[in-house]
């Protein structure tokens, strides 16, 4: 049945049965979109539970000066603003893809009636809102508490993937100048912590990093 094996990967359905995933099925529906396409804006009413199968998906917000600040990039299999379906408040923040992609949207009023009232199902879909609300407290610390440097020293030592990026894409990430990020690093170079590399750098010293930071 459509979507029946998308579905099961989704750790909120990992205990379902055979014919309550293709019951699950029979509300849901699949999306395809092209890179730079919007899934959802800001102030969108939401209906569906939003299963990410496909592609990346970028969460962010515009502050006063049109700067994107990025919440979030989710990668497959994942839920996208469960919260603000859950509490039925408009979406907080945007999404747009990153690459090309799909989802499955499941109508979460018939979700909630069906699902909700099996308590291994709530609780991973509870598990998830907690772990969202971590992630945005996280967000909150990198980009409003820490100033730049330690900010930089923070992201790089908790993402693997960091200094694989562009330079210009770490920094719009960071809400920073390349510049500003260009400095930090030759910073961070002439004290140990990073080792210059041919196109990139290597932590060489995490220790040294986290100290800026924690």
């Known amino acids: 049945m459509q979507n029946l094996e998308e579905l099961k990967k989704v750790s909120c359905f990992e205990n379902l049965m055979e014919n309550e995933l293709e019951f699950l099925s029979t509300f849901s529906r699949k999306r395809h979109f092209k890179k730079g396409e ?3 804006y800001e102030k969108d ?3 569906y539970l ?3 199968t496909e592609g990346i998906l970028k969460v ?3 502050d006063v000066k049109g700067n994107e600040i990025v919440l979030h990039r989710f990668a497959p299999t994942a839920l996208v603003a469960e919260m603000a379906v859950f509490e039925g408040i408009d979406y907080p ?3 747009m893809f990153d690459s090309d992609g799909s989802v499955i949207e499941i109508e979460f009023s018939q979700f909630k009636n069906s699902f909700l009232t099996n308590p291994e199902v709530a609780f991973n879909f509870f598990r998830s809102l907690s772990l969202k609300i971590k992630y945005l407290e996280d967000v909150i610390s990198l980009n409003i508490v820490l100033d730049s440097t330690s900010r930089v020293a923070k992201y790089i030592c908790e993402n693997k993937d960091a200094l694989s990026m562009k330079n210009n894409q770490l920094a719009k ?4 100048t390349p510049e500003t990020l260009s400095r930090i690093f030759k910073k961070f ?3 140990g912590f990073l080792e210059k ?3 990139s750098y290597k932590v060489i010293n995490k220790e040294g990093l986290t100290i800026l930071y924690e």
Do not use: D, I, R
């Open 93 to 95: 923040a945007s999404a």
């Open 38 to 40: 919007v899934l959802f």
């Open 50 to 52: 939003t299963l990410l």
């Open 197 to 199: 590399e041919a196109h």
């Open 60 to 62: 962010y917000k515009t």
């Open 45 to 47: 009413t939401p209906k």
């Open 189 to 191: 170079t002439k004290l």
């Open 173 to 176: 990430h960071l809400h920073m």
